[in-house]
Each structure stands twice: as C-alpha cells, then as structure tokens.
T-cell receptor, first 112, second 112 residues
C-alpha cells in the first residue's frame, strides 16, 4: 500500500515562528500536493510539484513556500506563522497526474 | 479558474436508504471528476472517479453520473450502512488539468 507520512499529527506554534511541515511518500510518485482543510471551506490547494525542484502555486499560496529537494519528500514552509494559518494541512501524492491521490492523515497546526 | 459547488453540506439518512450528493463545476475544460471519502481522523480516500467521455460509472453500492452539458455530477450511494458515515468531497480537474479543485464537502450520517 502507498504510504504518505506527515511528520506531525498535532503541532502548536507561536505567531512569527518559521514552521516546517514535512511529507514523505514511499511509492516513487512523481506528483505531490499540499492542501489546507478548514471547516465549511473544504480542501484548498496551496502548492504542488510534478518533479524534483519544481513547484507550482495553487489557489492560496500567500504566506507559504515549499521545497522538494528529493522525489519522496515535499515540505511546506510557513515563513512567519500567523493565527489565520491555524488549520489542518494535508499532503498527497500521485503516480499519474490528478488520478488516485493518496493523502496523509494530516497535521493539525495551531498558531497561538 | 475552476469553481466546484457541492450540495448538501449535511445529509442524514436511515440505514438502507439511498444518498445523493451533487456537485457543479464551472470550467468546461475540466475532464476528470473524482469523489473522496474522509473518515474521522484520516485523510481523504478515493472511492470512485469518472472522466468526461463517460456518463455513468458504478462500483458495487456507489455510482457517479456526469452531465457535461449542465456541468454537474452526482454521487449515489445505495443501501447505505453506518460505515458509510463520513465526509464526502467531489473534485474537478482545474488549472489546465494540473490540479484538483475540491468542493466544500458533505457530511453524511447514516443512522441504524
């Protein structure tokens, strides 16, 4: 089975801190995605990557950046965390473009 | 860009009844429409998908229908069971086919 592992299930950070959310997949997938999930808003795409060192902005990239130095790892970076970035963050990967995304269990980030 | 509307936001049914969730999309170029199920504490999981060259697809108790002219697609669950209780998300291919745009989700509750 494909496994997408997010480094932390729960994370509490302070306003202004630099935050790293890590995601690792074990199936040699080319494509990786970061979504943010908020009640009543569904899943919103932050960034995605179709290759190592490649990144594309999604619908809500402001305040975030990403890093993909290795194929299996896709990191989401909050340069200066703010309270409105308190949310559930979901990482996903896929072998074939948009088909069959495999999601991690999510990281619930609280910014105080 | 693509916009996906999903209704209803909550749905309660009795065990054995059918459940229908509807989505509309805005971008006529969208050609891939998956449905994901998210159980409590887990990431979303693909349950069924359909491409724009197909009008209907069925997998045991679940089916998806697509009306390209009206730009809407629906998820049908028959003979619902308590384990069908979850949040369901529809999605459509957006950003020139490079990313999935999700609806806001439907919380389905099946009572026995």
């Amino acid at each position: 089975d494909v496994k997408v592992t997010q480094s932390s299930r729960y994370l509490v950070k302070r306003t202004g801190e630099k935050v790293f959310l890590e995601c690792v997949q074990d199936m040699d997938h080319e494509n990786m995605f970061w979504y943010r999930q908020d009640p009543g808003l569904g899943l919103r795409l932050i960034y995605f990557s179709y290759d190592v060192k490649m990144k594309e902005k999604g619908d809500i990239p402001e305040g975030y950046s990403v890093s993909r130095e290795k194929k299996e790892r896709f990191s989401l970076i909050l340069e200066s965390a703010s309270t409105n970035q308190t949310s559930m963050y979901l990482c996903a990967s896929s072998l074939l473009g948009l088909e069959k995304l495999f999601f991690g269990s999510g990281t619930q980030l609280s910014v105080l | 860009g693509e916009n996906v509307e999903q209704h209803p936001s909550t749905l309660s049914v009795q065990e054995g009844d059918s459940a229908v969730i509807k989505c509309t999309y805005s971008d006529s170029a969208s050609n891939y429409f998956p449905w994901y199920k998210q159980e409590l504490g887990k990431g979303p999981q693909l349950i069924i998908d359909i491409r724009s060259n197909v009008g209907e697809k069925k997998d045991q108790r679940i089916a998806v229908t697509l009306n390209k002219t009206a730009k809407h697609f629906s998820l049908h669950i028959t003979e619902t069971q308590p384990e069908d209780s979850a949040v369901y998300f529809c999605a459509a291919s957006g950003q020139a086919g490079t990313a999935l745009i999700f609806g806001k989700g439907t919380t389905l509750s099946v009572s026995s």
